[in-house]
């Protein structure tokens, strides 16, 4: 059974740095596309980074582009981001995700069959 879990998360002020992690256990990751999303309260879940697990294809969201930075750990079996120049904005619950369906980074929740529970993150001005 594929398991998600992620680490890290707290309460910041604004301009800090975080790095949330996310141990990935059940299988082999080699072949998949690993990525991070969030929830702010009252809003739909959205993207925020998506790795290959080659770490070839990267992709971010415009509103953490430039201040985040994901990657693989092939060794240890984890995904990390960390989170630099953090916003109030950045408030949310964030989510790790694995795809097997694409070896590329995605951005669409669909292409992501495995999540993890959440990490909070809270941004205080």
């Known amino acids: 059974q594929v398991q998600l879990v992620e680490s890290g998360g707290g309460l910041v002020q604004a301009g800090d740095s975080l790095t949330l992690s996310c141990a990935a256990s059940?299988?082999?990751?080699?072949?998949?596309?690993m990525g991070w999303f969030r929830q702010a309260p009252g809003k739909e879940r959205e993207f925020v980074a998506s790795?290959?697990?080659?770490?070839?294809?990267?992709v971010y969201s415009d509103p953490v582009k430039g201040r985040f930075t994901i990657s693989t750990d092939n060794s240890k079996n984890t995904v990390s981001l960390q989170m630099s120049r953090l916003k109030p904005e950045d408030t949310a619950v964030y989510y790790c995700?694995?795809?097997?369906?694409?070896?590329?980074?995605?951005?669409?929740?669909?292409?992501?069959?495995?999540w993890g529970q959440g990490t909070q993150v809270t941004v205080s001005s």
């Open positions: 995700a694995a795809s097997s369906r694409t070896t590329y980074s995605s951005r669409q929740q669909y292409d992501y069959n495995y």
């Open positions: 059940g299988r082999t990751f080699s072949e998949h596309a």
């Open positions: 790795v290959s697990w080659s770490g070839r294809s990267l």
